[in-house]
């Protein structure tokens, strides 16, 4: 099939103003409140957080000098600039986490230890004394101090410290302003003077997040807990996935072929590699360490060597059978763990414990990254804690994935992605609850949600499809078929993979690939797993086994990363935003599980298992006469709106056969975890509109304003010419990779005429800068199941377009 490069998408008339979102209206008053019942109760609260930071202040008094910070239920959806400078009114109070939707639970610093003001103000609304309405009040349930027990993180829930015990912490502090923060750190570092109870052994300090790395004694960590600055503790955590190895295949008459030498890098952060493997050796870049426990860069826990190889080779067994192993791309390796034993002997990969992993993260990032002769454009990250998970009640972002989402941002050429994550459904069913409940627990039961850094909004997260059902059997005699249950069939998710929604609603994970499947039976009580579910993958100790085999998202991740490297290969100047883009135009759900509830609840289920499917290289990278990419990659100011227009064949329609339309919007927006209410800094969407002139499109958009609109973005005049698209536009404008598709499976009955208009949005959500430009990558693809010639037609008017303008 003859291949071609991509079209240009034509922009019409440049970009036009949108109307300005105007301040919060008023606040609605509570059902059933009583005025005087509220002033008691609240006044009360009040009072109560007075006292116990008196108590905070007292105790630690002459070694640090507290913050008060304190917590405000909102009971509605309000304004957040106005809410802001309303809250600021009350004593000088400074938002520092902001609930999801704005209604909830909002983090404040108070400059007013005793709440004069706030108390002052709310008897001047409750009627107790004259003066002003403050009706602001008509949004606040209450307010009171955070307690103790939502700052404890699950793994201490699970393990709680033992009296007189010394362990590792990660401490995170509210984002304070810097010198508060700064202050309140260098008071805390002083609070001990014997380093056998309590030392601060590393920090990271980024826009979004404040994180310590503390050795401390149980109760030095209990004592630490009253402390009003504390956001959050936990226990260090442990990478989510288990090496071991087995096997070996003679590969001396195997071709080992190095990369291109102008081909580009990808760096792997995990536990180093095995740079002297024979199937590595020849592409690796560089390597380096940024852990203190192992001095060799060497890989010992043997994940690093496992991930390195599907992401230079992408399928393993492929180039086994082809007896051909031609590295794609040059291989870096951060290394951030080691390996230890177990009690059992088996080697775990863990993190120094002096470290936090988010320093040394973002030391390997910021140290290979910067260095613009390694040519890196992708970086794989295939580990995840899984105490982390997003569940409904806390949609705050994880520290981890914050820190991702912010060098992501500023490394705007580089794709990040991230493995979503493994949970074995025998930790909560048997066998056979296994197989009647499969695939739905993926989406029921909350433990199968993503967990960090699979959160990271700017990363492509991946989940697990499984490949073709295979069995291993150890003995001489025949094989046990019979005896072996595999849970998935072919491309279904991969019965350990976790799910979304993300932060926000956003769809995560995006993509998925093959990592492997569980191929079960029940033996003598016990679970059983059958290896033939497990991917082939690259030994750490090549002198022994050259293969080890696995299975987990650990490992379609990298498969992701093999492909954004091929495709960086070619286009090597362009932003993580195109590659990303092409990826996400390239994908398709290849097998819709059999998921429960109505269509929408099984399309909904879907998305939050497969995002937007399983990619393929020679889509991403080709036009072909059938099915044609046309990519606009550009910038657009907040709150303004840019339009786009392309005609289409009248032999697209006309011709028998199902018809597909998909856009494809990426961008990559600043990030601010505090940020409940919205994560990102701006948010873009696309609307798609078929026989109405781009002049009438613009005109009417002129005219909207959101503030009357909300959600709905489509002017009423231009409903009946909207191409109703697939995930619809609240789902889809929830992240920073979208997706929108309408497929025509049979001939509709009134035909979608040319022009074809795609009106891309950008909505500002907390951005200060006006001038802010935000960076994005769309593209609209039309494809044909039959073969018919598109191609040509459509290269033609756009050419003429393009030379118009």
Same mark, same amino acid.
Request: overall charge negative.
């Given at each position: 099939?003859?291949?071609?490069?991509?079209?240009?998408?034509?922009?019409?008339?440049?970009?036009?103003?949108?109307?300005?979102?105007?301040?919060?209206?008023?606040?609605?008053?509570?059902?059933?409140?009583?005025?005087?019942?509220?002033?008691?109760?609240?006044?009360?609260?009040?009072?109560?957080?007075?006292?116990?930071?008196?108590?905070?202040?007292?105790?630690?008094?002459?070694?640090?000098?507290?913050?008060?910070?304190?917590?405000?239920?909102?009971?509605?959806?309000?304004?957040?600039?106005?809410?802001?400078?309303?809250?600021?009114?009350?004593?000088?109070?400074?938002?520092?986490?902001?609930?999801?939707?704005?209604?909830?639970?909002?983090?404040?610093?108070?400059?007013?230890?005793?709440?004069?003001?706030?108390?002052?103000?709310?008897?001047?609304?409750?009627?107790?004394?004259?003066?002003?309405?403050?009706?602001?009040?008509?949004?606040?349930?209450?307010?009171?101090?955070?307690?103790?027990?939502?700052?404890?993180?699950?793994?201490?829930?699970?393990?709680?410290?033992?009296?007189?015990?010394?362990?590792?912490?990660?401490?995170?502090?509210?984002?304070?302003?810097?010198?508060?923060?700064?202050?309140?750190?260098?008071?805390?570092?002083?609070?001990?003077?014997?380093?056998?109870?309590?030392?601060?052994?590393?920090?990271?300090?980024?826009?979004?997040?404040?994180?310590?790395?503390?050795?401390?004694?149980?109760?030095?960590?209990?004592?630490?807990?009253?402390?009003?600055?504390?956001?959050?503790?936990?226990?260090?955590?442990?990478?989510?996935?288990?090496?071991?190895?087995?096997?070996?295949?003679?590969?001396?008459?195997?071709?080992?072929?190095?990369?291109?030498?102008?081909?580009?890098?990808?760096?792997?952060?995990?536990?180093?590699?095995?740079?002297?493997?024979?199937?590595?050796?020849?592409?690796?870049?560089?390597?380096?360490?940024?852990?203190?426990?192992?001095?060799?860069?060497?890989?010992?826990?043997?994940?690093?060597?496992?991930?390195?190889?599907?992401?230079?080779?992408?399928?393993?067994?492929?180039?086994?059978?082809?007896?051909?192993?031609?590295?794609?791309?040059?291989?870096?390796?951060?290394?951030?763990?080691?390996?230890?034993?177990?009690?059992?002997?088996?080697?775990?990969?863990?993190?120094?414990?002096?470290?936090?992993?988010?320093?040394?993260?973002?030391?390997?990032?910021?140290?290979?990254?910067?260095?613009?002769?390694?040519?890196?454009?992708?970086?794989?990250?295939?580990?995840?804690?899984?105490?982390?998970?997003?569940?409904?009640?806390?949609?705050?972002?994880?520290?981890?994935?914050?820190?991702?989402?912010?060098?992501?941002?500023?490394?705007?050429?580089?794709?990040?992605?991230?493995?979503?994550?493994?949970?074995?459904?025998?930790?909560?069913?048997?066998?056979?609850?296994?197989?009647?409940?499969?695939?739905?627990?993926?989406?029921?039961?909350?433990?199968?949600?993503?967990?960090?850094?699979?959160?990271?909004?700017?990363?492509?997260?991946?989940?697990?499809?499984?490949?073709?059902?295979?069995?291993?059997?150890?003995?001489?005699?025949?094989?046990?078929?019979?005896?072996?249950?595999?849970?998935?069939?072919?491309?279904?998710?991969?019965?350990?993979?976790?799910?979304?929604?993300?932060?926000?609603?956003?769809?995560?994970?995006?993509?998925?690939?093959?990592?492997?499947?569980?191929?079960?039976?029940?033996?003598?009580?016990?679970?059983?797993?059958?290896?033939?579910?497990?991917?082939?993958?690259?030994?750490?100790?090549?002198?022994?086994?050259?293969?080890?085999?696995?299975?987990?998202?650990?490992?379609?991740?990298?498969?992701?990363?093999?492909?954004?490297?091929?495709?960086?290969?070619?286009?090597?100047?362009?932003?993580?935003?195109?590659?990303?883009?092409?990826? $996400?135009?390239?994908? *398709? #759900?290849? =097998?819709? @599980?059999?998921?429960?509830?109505? /269509?929408?609840?099984?399309?909904?289920?879907? &998305?939050?298992?497969?995002?937007?499917?399983?990619?393929?290289?020679?889509?991403?990278?080709?036009?072909?006469?059938?099915?044609?990419?046309?990519?606009?990659?550009?910038?657009?100011?907040?709150?303004?709106?840019?339009?786009?227009?392309?005609?289409?064949?009248?032999?697209?329609?006309?011709?028998?056969?199902?018809?597909?339309?998909?856009?494809?919007?990426?961008?990559?927006?600043?990030?601010?975890?505090?940020?409940?209410?919205?994560?990102?800094?701006?948010?873009?969407?696309?609307?798609?509109?078929?026989?109405?002139?781009?002049?009438?499109?613009?005109?009417?958009?002129?005219?909207?304003?959101?503030?009357?609109?909300?959600?709905?973005?489509?002017?009423?005049? $231009?409903?009946?010419? *909207? #191409?109703? =698209?697939? @995930?619809?536009?609240?789902?889809? /404008?929830?992240?920073?990779?979208?997706?929108? &598709?309408?497929?025509?499976?049979?001939?509709?009955?009134?035909?979608?005429?040319?022009?074809?208009?795609?009106?891309?949005?950008?909505?500002?959500?907390?951005?200060?800068?006006?001038?802010?430009?935000?960076?994005?990558?769309?593209?609209?693809?039309?494809?044909?199941?039959?073969?018919?010639?598109?191609?040509?037609?459509?290269?033609?008017?756009?050419?003429?377009?393009?030379?118009?303008?």
């Amino acid at each position: 099939m003859e291949v071609y490069n991509h079209l240009p998408l034509p922009e019409y008339k440049g970009s036009m103003q949108r109307r300005k979102r105007p301040g919060g209206g008023g606040y609605r008053f509570p059902d059933n409140r009583k005025k005087a019942e509220y002033y008691e109760k609240t006044v009360s609260e009040a009072n109560e957080i007075a006292k116990s930071f008196k108590e905070v202040k007292t105790k630690f008094k002459g070694k640090i000098n507290p913050h008060l910070i304190y917590r405000i239920k909102v009971n509605q959806s309000v304004d957040y600039k106005t809410f802001e400078k309303t809250l600021h009114s009350l004593g000088g109070l400074t938002v520092l986490s902001v609930a999801e939707d704005k209604k909830g639970y909002w983090v404040v610093f108070s400059n007013d230890e005793e709440l004069e003001v706030f108390k002052n103000k709310l008897a001047q609304y409750s009627g107790i004394k004259e003066g002003k309405k403050y009706d602001f009040f008509n949004a606040i349930d209450g307010i009171d101090d955070i307690p103790k027990e939502e700052k404890i993180g699950e793994l201490i829930k699970k393990e709680p410290p033992k009296p007189r015990e010394v362990n590792y912490f990660n401490v995170e502090l509210w984002r304070m302003e810097d010198e508060d923060l700064f202050k309140f750190i260098s008071q805390l570092k002083n609070t001990c003077d014997d380093p056998r109870k309590f030392q601060i052994t590393d920090q990271l300090i980024t826009r979004s997040f404040a994180l310590l790395r503390v050795k401390m004694t149980t109760e030095i960590f209990e004592e630490l807990l009253e402390l009003k600055e504390i956001a959050r503790i936990d226990r260090p955590f442990y990478p989510s996935f288990r090496p071991y190895e087995y096997n070996q295949i003679d590969i001396s008459d195997f071709e080992v072929l190095p990369p291109y030498d102008d081909a580009v890098g990808i760096l792997i952060v995990d536990s180093g590699i095995t740079s002297n493997h024979p199937l590595l050796e020849k592409a690796v870049g560089r390597e380096e360490n940024f852990q203190e426990v192992e001095k060799e860069t060497q890989d010992v826990a043997g994940h690093g060597t496992a991930v390195a190889g599907v992401a230079i080779y992408g399928n393993i067994e492929k180039c086994i059978a082809e007896r051909e192993f031609a590295a794609s791309n040059w291989i870096f390796s951060a290394k951030v763990m080691y390996g230890e034993k177990d009690l059992r002997g088996n080697i775990r990969a863990v993190y120094d414990e002096e470290k936090l992993l988010e320093s040394q993260i973002y030391d390997a990032i910021k140290t290979f990254l910067d260095n613009p002769e390694y040519k890196i454009k992708a970086v794989n990250l295939s580990f995840g804690n899984v105490s982390d998970i997003l569940k409904g009640e806390n949609n705050r972002q994880f520290p981890l994935a914050a820190l991702i989402d912010e060098l992501a941002q500023e490394y705007s050429d580089v794709v990040f992605i991230v493995s979503a994550g493994n949970q074995h459904p025998r930790n909560f069913y048997e066998l056979e609850e296994i197989v009647e409940n499969y695939p739905h627990y993926l989406v029921e039961n909350d433990d199968f949600r993503i967990i960090n850094p699979a959160t990271s909004a700017l990363s492509l997260t991946v989940g697990s499809i499984a490949s073709e059902a295979r069995y291993f059997d150890p003995s001489l005699g025949g094989t046990e078929e019979n005896m072996w249950v595999p849970i998935a069939k072919e491309y279904e998710p991969s019965p350990f993979t976790r799910t979304g929604f993300g932060i926000n609603g956003m769809i995560k994970p995006e993509l998925v690939h093959f990592g492997g499947n569980l191929i079960l039976r029940n033996s003598h009580g016990y679970l059983m797993e059958n290896l033939g579910g497990n991917m082939t993958l690259l030994s750490n100790d090549p002198m022994e086994k050259l293969f080890s085999f696995h299975y987990g998202t650990s490992f379609a991740a990298p498969q992701i990363t093999h492909l954004a490297g091929l495709i960086a290969n070619q286009f090597p100047d362009k932003s993580a935003n195109f590659i990303k883009n092409l990826l $996400l135009q390239s994908a *398709e #759900i290849p =097998l819709l @599980p059999s998921f429960k509830g109505n /269509k929408n609840q099984k399309l909904k289920s879907t &998305w939050r298992v497969l995002g937007y499917g399983f990619p393929d290289y020679e889509k991403a990278i080709h036009s072909f006469d059938n099915r044609i990419v046309l990519l606009d990659e550009g910038e657009i100011g907040l709150d303004e709106i840019k339009v786009f227009t392309v005609n289409l064949p009248k032999t697209f329609f006309e011709t028998k056969g199902s018809k597909r339309i998909s856009v494809v919007l990426t961008f990559n927006p600043p990030t601010r975890a505090t940020r409940g209410d919205s994560y990102l800094g701006n948010r873009m969407e696309f609307k798609l509109f078929h026989s109405v002139h781009p002049d009438e499109v613009v005109e009417k958009y002129s005219e909207i304003n959101l503030a009357e609109v909300g959600d709905e973005t489509t002017p009423a005049s $231009l409903k009946r010419y *909207e #191409i109703e =698209l697939v @995930p619809g536009a609240n789902i889809r /404008k929830a992240g920073c990779h979208q997706k929108g &598709w309408k497929e025509y499976k049979r001939e509709p009955r009134n035909l979608p005429n040319s022009p074809f208009t795609l009106v891309l949005i950008n909505s500002n959500k907390w951005i200060d800068d006006e001038n802010y430009k935000q960076s994005y990558c769309v593209s609209l693809v039309v494809e044909h199941s039959e073969e018919i010639q598109l191609y040509d037609a459509i290269r033609m008017e756009v050419q003429q377009r393009v030379r118009i303008r």
